[in-house]
DNA sequence: GTCTATATAACGATAGAC
DNA sequence: GTCTATCGTTATATAGAC
């Protein structure tokens, strides 16, 4: 599956990244992710002391990555609203779900604390930041209504979850879609 | 684990109920369900032609379950806001998740278009179910701003579904209950 | 570092006795 | 209807040669 420009390592942690996307920990085994970096048995037990191992560096890398993608779309200095647009209508692949968050619905992730807390903590992470952000735009006058930024900031992150649920259980991106136009129509500044 | 009040084929689809919420598709053996039904491998294929038959079983019951659930929510002739509210709002078993929705991140599930029919169904059903709800509102002027019934309505689900996804990753209900009340804060008529 | 051989258990199912 | 026996495959490694 990968060209040997990449490490033994690296096609290994890459392909564990890939196949916890599409399978999750549970329903990925040592020898898919073998036969995935093209590695054998004796390569994979050389640079990592099993799968958990091995995960666990797979879903930090997974996790930093999705941190940087989301800070992308939310920098800048516009009004509250239109960077919380960018972050939410930002190009997505939609139908393969979100890489962290699908991992809460994996049982033996949420059961190890050092797999789960890359989970917890880059959603901790996006939740604060957008709190951060609604809060400025509270404090800019640029909401109307009384709003908690922190209860806001987790309707954002929920419909964004939420929508790649929708999206997988009706085989298409509209349904993502259409739930954050839903939540951006109530978002705006209305008269 | 179940008492000999329920006869063995109910064990064994209730047992797959249980397990198929706290494990997925993929995290459930037969021998895990036999174990949990008190059942051995003779009665489960005797009732059931294989474990896809009896998750299918388990699975459509479930999705019906879910809907007569958010039915009685939903039932009644009141305000728009407060009937959506008394959805959003119900007792739920956050930390477990949504029985039905976390089937969507269980790929073998996905791939059968005889698993996924209900969690399609069930989630569609529940979606135009709260569009209608909504569009009586709009249509009586009981919300602010133009909104799109169907879009909202996919907001409120996806903020339930994403909302298990936050609860679980901080493992507290607390995630889940800030998302639900920045929903029906946006939600809400304001000045 | 990588390979092959080997090991124990579990997975998902079938066969046939009772 | 239920039980035990058996089956071929996969899961998750360990051992040791190269």
Redesign the pocket.
């Known amino acids: 599956m990968y060209t040997h420009l990449m ?3 690296e096609r290994l942690i890459e392909s564990t990244r890939e196949l916890l996307w599409e399978r999750g920990y ?7 992710i ?1 036969q995935h970096a ?10 990592f ?6 995960a666990l560096t797979a879903i930090r890398r997974t996790a930093q990555e999705m941190q940087a993608t989301a800070e992308a779309a939310l920098a800048g200095d516009g009004p509250a609203y239109d960077r919380v647009a960018a972050y939410l209508l930002r190009e997505r692949d939609v139908l393969r779900g979100c890489p962290v968050g699908r991992l809460t619905m994996d049982p033996d992730v949420i059961a190890d604390e050092e797999l789960r807390a890359p989970v917890t903590e880059t959603l901790e992470w996006l939740r604060e930041r957008l709190a951060g952000i609604v809060q400025e735009g509270l404090d800019r006058g640029e909401f109307s209504g009384t709003l908690d930024a922190g209860e806001v900031a987790s309707a954002i992150v929920a419909t964004v979850q939420g929508g790649y649920v929708l999206a997988r259980a009706t085989g298409s991106p509209a349904a993502f879609d259409a739930g954050v136009r839903g939540l951006l129509a109530l978002l705006a500044p209305r008269a």
Chains 1, 2 share one sequence.
Not at 26 to 32: C, L
Not at 38 to 47: D, E, K, L, V
């Open positions: 490490s033994t390592s549970v329903g990925t085994s040592p020898k898919a073998q093209g590695a054998g048995q004796g390569s994979m037990y050389h640079h002391t099993g799968k958990p191992d091995l």
